[in-house]
């Protein structure tokens, strides 16, 4: 009747019960330890080594190398190697067009041709260019217009990494003379005169120092009709007091290409002269140490 009762208890209480594991001499049976333990202990302990291992391993993972060895992971320098190789590549692309239209230019030259700024791609047999509208959305005009408000005055910076070091070298540079004349008044910073004064005939024409592109050209009550270049290497040159602009906002000037007629206007102006100032990074800089009048 005990017994029966015995094999009719609760599983759970079960987990409990005392037993005794003890580790013997094999030869001489001495008993060298004994642990009590219950189902209930054993449980516990294998759950809280396993927990133990899986924290382990997860840390191992996640903070050291092993983790780039599991499908899945990647190197973390590696998203920074990408754009680094994609800079390289826009830098060839660049340099290989570049060269392209230098060697196409040499060619033009020699057969008398007209010098070209770009390479036009060759046509694809496949297609019907004839098909082809060029149509410009309302949107499209919209958000040019707002691109060119917002960066019309934007100077143009050369990246100071490894690909860009060595771009432009000003002692490479030659500029053009703007106009013939003589200097009445010279560069002085300390008074704020940005630029020199070259006394020049009234009809005189005024040339564009260096390639580049118009960022600048209004009338202004202080400086009368003024025109302002934004050339490569980061130079810009500004010419004051003419009668005439002849070139707008966002064309692009051929060094010694006229620009404007030399004058008198503005409240500035005491005589038919050109101001010219020549900025370099943003700083005036005097005219006379780039260029010989």
């Known amino acids: 009747m005990v017994r029966k009762k015995k094999n009719n208890r609760k599983w759970y209480t079960k987990l409990r019960d005392k037993y005794r594991l003890v580790i013997m001499n094999n030869e001489t049976f001495e008993e060298r330890l004994s642990f009590r333990l219950s189902r209930l202990n054993v449980f516990l302990l294998t759950v809280t080594i396993s927990i133990v291992l899986i924290t382990i391993t997860i840390f191992i993972i996640a903070f050291t190398p092993i983790r780039e060895y599991i499908p899945g992971y990647m190197d973390v320098n590696i998203p920074g190697k990408l754009y680094r190789l994609e800079r390289r590549a826009d830098s060839l692309e660049i340099a290989l067009r570049s060269k392209d239209i230098y060697l196409q230019n040499i060619k033009n030259i020699i057969e008398g041709r007209e010098i070209v700024d770009t390479i036009r791609p060759e046509r694809n047999a496949m297609v019907n260019y004839d098909s082809i509208t060029m149509e410009s959305s309302p949107e499209d005009s919209i958000m040019r217009a707002e691109y060119d408000a917002n960066t019309q005055y934007n100077l143009f910076f050369?990246?100071?990494?490894?690909?860009?070091?060595?771009?432009?070298?000003?002692?490479?540079?030659?500029?053009?003379?703007?106009?013939?004349?003589?200097?009445?008044?010279?560069?002085?910073?300390?008074?704020?005169?940005?630029?020199?004064?070259?006394?020049?005939?009234?009809?005189?024409?005024?040339?564009?120092?260096?390639?580049?592109?118009?960022?600048?050209?209004?009338?202004?009550?202080?400086?009368?009709?003024?025109?302002?270049?934004?050339?490569?290497?980061?130079?810009?040159?500004?010419?004051?007091?003419?009668?005439?602009?002849?070139?707008?906002?966002?064309?692009?000037?051929?060094?010694?290409?006229?620009?404007?007629?030399?004058?008198?206007?503005?409240?500035l102006s005491s005589g038919p002269h050109l101001h010219f100032e020549l900025w370099h990074n943003g700083t005036p800089v005097d005219p006379e140490e780039y260029m010989s009048f």
């Open 158 to 267: 050369y990246e100071s990494e490894d690909l860009y070091d060595g771009a432009i070298n000003i002692s490479d540079i030659v500029f053009f003379k703007p106009v013939d004349g003589i200097i009445i008044n010279k560069f002085n910073l300390a008074e704020k005169h940005f630029g020199i004064d070259i006394a020049a005939s009234e009809e005189a024409m005024i040339m564009s120092v260096l390639d580049g592109t118009v960022i600048f050209s209004d009338w202004t009550s202080e400086t009368g009709h003024t025109i302002a270049i934004q050339h490569s290497g980061n130079f810009v040159s500004v010419y004051k007091h003419n009668s005439q602009l002849l070139k707008s906002l966002g064309n692009f000037i051929k060094a010694g290409e006229p620009i404007a007629v030399s004058g008198d206007s503005g409240e």
